[in-house]
T-cell receptor, first 112, second 118 residues
Framework: QKEVEQNSGPLSVPEGAIASLNCTYSDRGSQSFFWYRQYSGKSPELIMSIYSNGDKEDGRFTAQLNKASQYVSLLIRDSQPSDSATYLCAVKRDTGRRALTFGSGTRLQVQP | EPEVTQTPSHQVTQMGQEVILRCVPISNHLYFYWYRQILGQKVEFLVSFYNNEISEKSEIFDDQFSVERPDGSNFTLKIRSTKLEDSAMYFC????????????????FGPGTRLTVL
């Protein structure tokens, strides 16, 4: 069974702090990794994609990938109350396959 | 900013009825998808569609489901005989090269259709 695992949370951080969200995956054939944000009752919104080991930064967001450990994370710097949402990790095995496999998400609460 | 649109936003139907969910993917995208999310559960892949045919489908996508691109803009999901367990949010997504760049791997989701089967 190819799984994507996330801590369901809630992860509670104070405004201005760094939020760290983690994800592990079981399929070693996974090549593409994505973080989505989902507000309650809304659709997933793509935040970042990462394909290579290391860090990728985009504004306040940094994605980190370690394929050897099968681990991907998302750091949110200077967290804002508007960042309060569920963060979904999704992985894709390439070589012609298109399906994203999602984790169950981590609920983030940023306290003002 | 181009976006995926879906109609209707909410569909209520009786068990055993047919429903068609509609989507307009991002213009110039090449790959189209349907996902579903049962309340409180994970987002699950149903099917992907490329070059006017299904390229991949999950175990969920059985004979009750079908997809179609009836014209140059719409992409539809049909459920022939709905069951109670089909109640969920259904998301359409698209990916592919578009003006301004963007990896074909990145999938962009529409706002969803909430399907309620009574």
């Amino acid at each position: 069974q190819k799984e994507v695992e996330q801590n369901s949370g809630p992860l509670s951080v104070p405004e201005g702090a760094i939020a760290s969200l983690n994800c592990t995956y079981s399929d070693r054939g996974s090549q593409s990794f994505f973080w989505y944000r989902q507000y309650s009752g809304k659709s997933p919104e793509l935040i970042m994609s990462i394909y290579s080991n290391g860090d990728k930064e985009d504004g306040r967001f940094t994605a980190q990938l370690n394929k050897a450990s099968q681990y991907v994370s998302l750091l949110i710097r200077d967290s804002q109350p508007s960042d309060s949402a569920t963060y979904l990790c999704a992985v894709k095995r390439d070589t012609g396959r298109r399906a994203l496999t999602f984790g169950s998400g981590t609920r983030l609460q940023v306290q003002p | 900013e181009p976006e995926v649109t879906q109609t209707p936003s909410h569909q209520v139907t009786q068990m055993g009825q047919e429903v068609i969910l509609r989507c307009v993917p991002i213009s110039n995208h090449l790959y189209f998808y349907w996902y579903r999310q049962i309340l409180g559960q994970k987002v699950e892949f149903l099917v992907s569609f490329y070059n006017n045919e299904i390229s991949e489908k999950s175990e969920i996508f059985d004979d009750q489901f079908s997809v179609e691109r009836p014209d140059g803009s719409n992409f539809t999901l049909k459920i022939r005989s709905t069951k109670l367990e089909d109640s969920a949010m259904y998301f359409c997504a698209s990916s592919g090269i578009r003006a301004g760049g963007g990896s074909y791997n990145e999938q962009f989701f529409g706002p969803g259709t909430r399907l309620t089967v009574l």
